[in-house]
């Protein structure tokens, strides 16, 4: 007997520790509410993980099973029912975050100390994080390099899921100290009803998923990617995030999309899969860096004075800026948990050198809203917007919110979709919305807010915000030359 236990690879097939223990003989899957893990987590993303575990758990029951729901420290649970069932060891797939490593280790002394064996395994990217580096032998803090031997790489083949392995065990018949006979409620793990209207979980939506976007928008990819209107990207990142569908099989699936691609077509679908070796980079950048979920990656001469301002933040949250892509953003997250991830660089960039406030105050706003969040793809992404982090947008590249809008959305349907009160405004009206006078404004669209800031103002100011951070420091070439490079921001498939 085995027991496996789940974390974020909420699936049967495409699971590498699973099949291991699946080929040594009978196993007995569990998952355990962590509260160490709940007490970072938001309502959006655990109603995410219930749905996905209520799939988790039908799969195994259809096969002869249960899912066991474990409670409280894992140490305790695992080495608890463990001992019951008489297993002779416990497998898990890692999980590379700071909190997840320390977590891991009590596990380990606890199993060794009832004379459970214990295995671990490799699952949630392609590559190890500390397996890509450069000549030198150090971590990459350049994406480009990174990708280049990344895609090089080897890939493996998905794992089969395991048919007759799956142990005749009825969670809370097992060591009913440490296991439940079902699935908590939201409101039982001290969550509320998120209000957001939060896609299927599981096993079967991520494939749909994954069908639909490589039977269609992955040869276009690249072309339409930034056009926000359009919503042409994957949806994958929530399922990537809790493991429903593995990373094999989705680049085996977006491979076949690449052999059957016409030659003006795989580049975009490159382009994608770029995007898995994105969530790859930051993996690794999390991992030889544990920090940098509080702390900034890059180090300036001088603390940068971030401002201190309630009211915009509140806001920024609210979608009340009184710019209509920002605000069009932040109602999606707020109605979806999920946010279209050029919209994320807009409205990341927009608290950061618009209204100057701290990364770290989005990064907590995105982790308590997004049904997506993940620590590594997350943090990168604030970091870059915010000219902290690893390869990130340099301090003088500042994105103009309204040109933003009128480039990726310039019908302004996304916008009019989340924001009602610019419904009837025209293209012009709503892109142009900072210039208006006051009495356009309110002819317009009366309900909807000016503008909380003066943008090209609060540039200048966060231009010399930053040189002051800056001190004397010469690794930066002077923002004269801030408008002539590509934007090469991404954090991973959306």
């Known amino acids: 007997m085995e027991l496996f236990w789940h974390r974020q690879d909420l699936r049967i097939s495409d699971n590498r520790g699973l099949a291991h223990a699946a080929d040594r003989g009978t196993v007995a899957p569990v998952f355990v509410f962590d509260q160490d893990v709940l007490d970072h987590a938001g309502p959006p993303r655990v109603a ?12 195994y029951r259809e096969r002869g099973g249960d899912l066991l729901i474990g409670w409280g420290d894992p140490a305790d649970v695992l080495s608890g029912v463990g001992d019951a069932l008489g297993a002779e060891r416990v497998v898990w797939n890692r999980d590379y975050s700071g909190l997840a490593r ?3 280790a009590r596990v380990r002394t606890a199993l060794d100390d009832v004379g459970i064996e214990r295995e671990a395994h490799h699952d949630d990217v392609h590559h190890k994080p500390d397996s890509i580096r450069t000549n030198a032998g150090d971590p990459y803090s350049v ?13 493996e ?7 007759d392995a799956v142990a005749d065990v009825e969670s809370g018949t097992v060591a009913p100290d440490y296991t439940r006979a079902e699935l908590p409620s939201l409101n039982e793990l001290g969550f ?3 209000e957001a209207d939060i896609q299927p979980a599981g096993t079967e939506p991520a494939r749909r998923r994954l069908e639909a976007f490589c039977g269609g928008d992955i040869t276009r990819y690249e072309s339409t990617r930034d056009d926000i209107s359009e919503q042409a990207t994957s949806r994958l990142s929530a399922d990537l995030k809790f493991g429903t569908i593995g990373v094999r099989e989705v680049y085996e699936r977006t491979q076949q999309a690449l052999d059957s691609a016409g030659d003006d077509e795989r580049e975009e679908v490159r382009e994608f899969q770029g995007q898995l070796a994105w969530r790859e980079f930051y993996t690794q950048v999390l991992y030889h860096n544990p920090e940098v979920v509080t702390e900034n990656y890059k180090d300036y001469e001088n603390p940068i004075e971030w401002r201190e301002d309630p009211e915009a933040l509140q806001a920024w949250k609210d979608g009340e800026t009184g710019y209509p892509i920002v605000d069009a953003g932040m109602r999606q997250l707020r109605e979806e948990a999920y946010m279209h991830n050029r919209v994320r660089m807009i409205v990341a960039s927009f608290l950061t050198k618009d209204l100057q406030l701290d990364w770290r105050r989005g990064y907590e706003w995105f982790r308590q809203k997004l049904a997506d969040h993940n620590t590594a793809n997350d943090n990168g992404g604030w970091q870059w917007a915010a000219s902290t982090g690893t390869d990130a947008q340099p301090y003088f590249r500042i994105f103009n919110p309204m040109t933003q809008g009128e480039r990726h959305d310039p019908d302004a349907e996304y916008i009019k979709t989340y924001v009602p009160e610019l419904a009837d405004a025209e293209p012009d009206v709503i892109h142009s919305w900072h210039e208006l006078s006051l009495t356009q404004r309110r002819r317009s669209a009366p309900d909807y807010p000016d503008p909380i800031v003066d943008h090209s103002k609060r540039r200048e100011e966060t231009l010399s915000m930053f040189e002051q951070a800056r001190g004397q420091a010469d690794d930066w070439p002077s923002h004269e030359w801030r408008e002539t490079r590509n934007e090469t921001p991404e954090t991973g498939p959306k």
Request: hydrophobic residues 35%.
């Open 157 to 163: 083949d998905a794992f089969a899921a395991p048919d």
């Open 192 to 194: 509320e009803t998120p």
């Open 48 to 59: 995410y993980m219930l749905d996905a575990l209520a799939s988790l758990r039908d799969e």
């Open 143 to 155: 994406y480009t390099y990174y990708w280049k031997k990344w895609q090089d790489r080897a890939k």
């Open 102 to 104: 320390e977590r891991d």
